[in-house]
T-cell receptor
Framework: EADIYQTPRYLVIGTGKKITLECSQT?????MYWYQQDPGMELHLIHY???????EKGDLSSESTVSRIRTEHFPLTLESARPSHTSQYLC???????????FGDGTRLSIL | RKEVEQDPGPFNVPEGATVAFNCTYS??????FFWYRQDCRKEPKLLMS???SGNEDGRFTAQLNRASQYISLLIRDSKLSDSATYLC??????????FGAGTTVTVRA
C-alpha cells in the first residue's frame, strides 16, 4: 500500500478564502502530481514536480499554485477560492517517470 | 480528439461472467500503459501494468496492440467486488499520464 496522504479529506468553505491542500508521501519519490477530477469525468493533470524546487503546470489550466520545498511535501494553494474550484483534488507520486503513480485519498473541495 | 478514449459502459454482468473492454490512445509514441481501478468517490488504484506481450494477474488479463493503438482488459469469473470504474492510463515520452474517463462495470448477483 502506497504511503501518500492528503488533508483535509473534505473541505467546505466560503468564496474568497485562501486554501491550502496538503499532500505528503513517505516513499522518497521524486515525482509528484496534482490532478483535478469532477464526478464521472477523467482526471486532469494540473501541476507536477520532478523534484525539490521543480514545479510545472499541467495540461489543465488552474488558478492554483504549488510548491516543492521538501521531497515529501507538495502542497497546493488557492489564493481566493471560487465556486468554480469545487472539485476533487488528487495527489500522486511515483518513483520514476516510468513507474505507475500512487494516489492519495483525495480532497473533496466545495466552495460556497 | 482525446488522448485516451474508453467506452463508458456501463457493462452490467452476472457473477461468474467474463467481461472485456478496450481503450484506444492517440499518441503512437506512448511508452507505458496501465489499468487503474476507481471505486465511487475514491482514489484510483493501480490494477496492473500492461506489457507488450500481454500479461495476466489472476482473473485479469491485459493486452496491448501497438499497431492499432489500443489496450484491453478482460475479467474472468466476475465477482461482486469487481464492480468499479476501470481507468485506462497511458504514458507518453514524458512523465505525465493521460487518463481515460473510465469504463464502468457492474457485477450483479
Amino acid at each position: 500500500e502506497a504511503d501518500i496522504y492528503q488533508t483535509p479529506r473534505y473541505l467546505v468553505i466560503g468564496t474568497g478564502k485562501k486554501i491550502t491542500l496538503e499532500c505528503s508521501q513517505t516513499m522518497g519519490h521524486d515525482k509528484m502530481y496534482w490532478y483535478q477530477q469532477d464526478p464521472g469525468m477523467e482526471l486532469h493533470l494540473i501541476h507536477y514536480s520532478y523534484g525539490v524546487n521543480s514545479t510545472e503546470k499541467g495540461d489543465l489550466s488552474s488558478e492554483s499554485t504549488v510548491s516543492r520545498i521538501r521531497t515529501e511535501h507538495f502542497p497546493l494553494t488557492l489564493e481566493s477560492a471560487r465556486p468554480s474550484h469545487t472539485s476533487q483534488y488528487l495527489c500522486a507520486s511515483s518513483e520514476s517517470g516510468n513507474q505507475p503513480q500512487h494516489f492519495g485519498d483525495g480532497t473533496r473541495l466545495s466552495i460556497l | 480528439r482525446k488522448e485516451v478514449e474508453q467506452d463508458p459502459g456501463p457493462f452490467n454482468v452476472p457473477e461468474g461472467a467474463t467481461v472485456a473492454f478496450n481503450c484506444t490512445y492517440s499518441n503512437s509514441a506512448s511508452q507505458s500503459f496501465f489499468w487503474y481501478r476507481q471505486d465511487c468517490r475514491k482514489e484510483p488504484k493501480l490494477l496492473m501494468s500492461v506489457y507488450s506481450s500481454g500479461n495476466e494477474d489472476g482473473r485479469f488479463t491485459a493486452q496491448l496492440n501497438r499497431a492499432s493503438q489500443y489496450i484491453s482488459l478482460l475479467i474472468r469469473d466476475s465477482k461482486l467486488s469487481d464492480s468499479a470504474t476501470y481507468l485506462c492510463v497511458v504514458k507518453g515520452n514524458d512523465y505525465k499520464l493521460s487518463f481515460g474517463a473510465g469504463t464502468t462495470v457492474t457485477v450483479r448477483a
